[in-house]
Structure formats: C-alpha cells, structure tokens
C-alpha cells in the first residue's frame, strides 16, 4: 500500500538528537533538512543536524498522521528509542530506502 502521509523520525550523525515530523513527502523533506543543516541552520533540525532517516510510519490521512506525531513527541526518549529499535535494530540510515 502506497501511503500519502509520513510520520518520520531522524537524528543526527551520533544518535543523540531526534527529531519527529510529519509530511505528505519524505524525500523532499529529508533534503530540505539536510539543505537547512548546510546553510540557514534556522529550523531544528537543521540546527542539531538530524538528517539521518531512521524511523518511518506512512498513514492514508494527514489528520492521522499529525495525531500520530503528536504522540511520539510526548513520548520518553526511552520509549522512542524503542520504537526506533524495533522497527530498524541497527539504526540504519534509511534516506535511501523510502520512496
């Protein structure tokens, strides 16, 4: 199934810094991260340099897609790091694998 939503989760070279976002495409997502983590520096991500796709989760709504969002974001680190384990144990960088 072909989503048109992304809930995405990325992190800097370290894996010490995550960021959650959500969008209707990912892969111009993730370059704009990583364009603003070359230049302007202005957004969060750009900022701590979370330019590694790790997670991913893809939703038919983007009203979906933001309460999933919303979840994560209030989650412990703990937990998010869970969930990224689970889904990618080795956290792989998957800016190449997502369509």
């Known amino acids: 199934m072909l989503y048109k939503y992304f809930v995405y989760i990325t992190t800097n070279q370290y894996r010490t810094t995550l960021y959650i976002g959500m969008t209707n495409n990912i892969q111009r997502r993730l370059s704009q991260h990583y364009f603003d983590s070359q230049n302007a520096k202005k957004s969060f991500a ?54």
């Open 46 to 99: 750009g900022k701590y340099k979370c330019i590694y796709l790790v997670y991913y989760e893809g939703y038919e709504t983007p009203s979906e897609a933001i309460q999933r969002e919303k979840e994560l974001k209030k989650w412990s680190r703990e937990k998010k790091n869970i969930l990224i384990q689970n889904f990618n144990p080795k956290w792989e960088t998957l800016n190449n694998d997502i369509i």
